[in-house]
């Protein structure tokens, strides 16, 4: 199956500060989604992007997919991006999805 | 409100009792999907559904079933749990892309389930 490596698995950032978040997979895919876990365990959509790049207010994602690897940004971060970053991919026609084992971020006030 | 929908939410149970985790959505979408989580692991996927009737083994299925008989409902049923499977469940659904891409994926709120 695809392996999904998320890095760094642990960062501590300074309230304001900016951060990347990587994550490499095994092979081709047609699916990549990063989403963002809380501290109370809730998985949110924050983009779905199995090519180029999105943005969203503070957040914006790339992805290479000849390289393999998509590139999540934060832009100066608040205390509420804390939490785990995960990204999640597929191929298409079929139902099976893999995820990295995450990022966890705190921000510090 | 488009939401996919898991109940129970917190369920301790002991070693050998079956039990059932439901789980709905009411966006019409073709795909759902059942995952586990654990420390240190992340997110690992149970099983799937590309249709109703249609089922499939993610990478862990073990001690788990599935049924799909109507496309917003796929309860995730423990026959006989056992204290490994004491776990964060969460159930997926995933819009289709109309020509069989497998799209963005949205999650339930958890199940948190406590095998003794």
């Known amino acids: 199956g695809i392996q999904v490596e998320q890095s760094p698995p642990d960062l501590i950032l300074q309230e304001g500060a900016n951060s990347t978040l990587r994550c490499n997979f095994s092979?081709?895919?047609?699916?990549l989604q990063w989403f963002h876990q809380n501290p109370w365990g809730q998985l949110i959509n924050l983009f779905y992007i199995p090519s180029g790049t999105k943005q969203n207010g503070r957040l914006s994602a790339t992805t290479v997919a000849t390289e393999r690897y998509s590139l999540l940004y934060i832009s100066s971060s608040q205390t509420t991006d804390s939490g785990v970053y995960f990204c999640a991919v597929g191929r298409s026609n079929a139902g099976k999805s893999t995820f990295g084992d995450g990022t966890t971020l705190t921000v510090k006030p | 409100e488009a939401q996919v929908t898991q109940n129970p939410r917190y369920l301790i149970t002991v070693t050998g009792k079956k039990l059932t985790v439901t789980c709905s959505q009411n966006m019409n979408h073709e795909y759902m999907s059942w995952y586990r989580q654990d420390p240190g692991l992340g997110l690992r996927q149970i099983y799937y559904?590309?249709?109703?009737?249609?089922?499939d083994k993610g990478d862990v299925p073990e001690g788990y079933k599935v049924s799909r008989k109507e496309k917003r409902n796929f309860p995730l049923i423990l026959e006989s749990p056992s204290p490994n499977q004491t776990s964060l469940y969460f159930c997926?659904?995933?819009?289709?892309?109309?020509?069989?891409?497998?799209?963005?994926?949205?999650f339930g709120p958890g199940t948190r389930l406590t095998v003794l």
């Open positions: 559904s590309m249709n109703v009737e249609v089922t």
């Open positions: 092979d081709s895919v047609n699916n």
């Open positions: 997926a659904s995933t819009r289709s892309g109309g020509t069989g891409s497998y799209n963005e994926q949205f």
